[in-house]
């Protein structure tokens, strides 16, 4: 991958397939991570259908891969927030949901999906006040299964985590994809504390704009926070189960501790 991106793949005990965030390249048309990455690694297991796609907000490295898989994967619901209608990239994207037939769900803070009896998917933000830049305004989503929770944040910055503490908003989690690549504008002391994660997982490529921040990791040290990254550690395959059990495996072997 040329630069950073995120993409996570869940898949439930009886067998729901959900994809939060499809990565993607800055140029599409010399490399396509949708074409070249991301759909080969479905096929390879053997996943043709997907029950939602989630983009949590319209930067290039979390939807960009998602367009080409629109064309040649069955999704039978994609999730966006109601604010990012505005967008050029929204265009994008419907035109193609509408060639396709794709189901379109717009959520809002406080919505939920429930993908079994007990495994949830929460929107915890954004709340009311819109921002203006994409990254403060997206899509925050909290997958809850027993004891285990884990925390999506996109690319929101300090703006954005002020805002979940100041509205008590529930962000603890057992696992935090951190946000923005580890970039030092997000993951402030105050917001990983209220989090107080016991792993966190970084979308980072190896050309990345100087993402992670040594600063981030220096904090995630600090309160001795297992941390794997995508650019070390490739691919990480997280097993659960509802008592909060973790069995971690990635790709490569260099762990950050």
Same mark, same amino acid.
């Given at each position: ?7 996570? +793949?869940?898949? &439930?005990?009886?067998?729901?397939? @959900?994809?939060?965030?499809? $990565? ?6 010399? #490399?396509? =991570?949708?074409?070249?990455?991301? /759909? ?7 996943? *043709? ?10 930067? &290039? ?6 367009? #080409?898989?629109?064309?040649?994967? !069955? ?21 193609? @949901? ?5 189901? =379109?769900? &717009? ?30 305004? %997206?899509? @925050? ?29 529930? @962000?603890?989690?057992?696992? /935090? ?5 580890? %970039? ?20 980072? $490529? ?6 992670? %921040? ?13 941390? #794997? !990254?995508?650019?070390? *550690? $490739?691919?990480?395959?997280?097993? =659960? ?10 790709? +490569? ?5």
């Amino acid at each position: 991958m040329l630069d950073s991106g995120d993409s996570t +793949l869940i898949i &439930t005990p009886k067998q729901k397939k @959900v994809l939060i965030d499809g $990565g993607g390249g800055l140029n599409r048309e010399n #490399y396509d =991570v949708g074409e070249s990455v991301l /759909l080969p690694y479905l096929l390879d297991r053997n996943i *043709n259908c997907l029950d939602y796609v989630f983009i949590s907000h319209f930067d &290039t490295d979390h939807y960009g891969g998602l367009l #080409y898989l629109m064309e040649n994967i !069955r999704i039978k619901t994609l999730i966006f927030l109601e604010q990012t209608k505005e967008s050029q990239e929204y265009q994008e994207v419907i035109e193609i @949901v509408n060639q396709n037939k794709i189901k =379109v769900q &717009t959520l809002k803070a406080g919505d939920r999906i429930e993908l079994e009896d007990d495994i949830i998917i929460e929107v915890l933000y954004p709340t009311n006040e819109k921002f203006e830049d994409q990254n403060n305004n %997206s899509m @925050v989503l909290k997958l809850n299964y027993g004891k285990f929770k884990m925390l999506f944040t996109g690319d929101i910055e300090q703006k954005a985590e002020k805002m979940l503490l100041e509205q008590k908003i529930d @962000v603890s989690a057992t696992i /935090l994809k951190i946000a923005h690549h580890g %970039s030092k504008s997000s993951t402030t002391e105050e917001f990983l504390k209220k989090v107080n994660p016991r792993i966190a997982l970084i979308g980072v $490529g190896k050309n990345n704009f100087g993402h992670p %921040s040594e600063e981030i990791l220096n904090r995630l040290k600090k309160y001795k926070i297992m941390t #794997y !990254r995508t650019d070390k *550690n $490739g691919e990480i395959c997280i097993i =659960v189960n509802k008592r909060g059990k973790i069995e971690i495996s990635t790709q +490569l072997s260099d762990i950050s501790k």
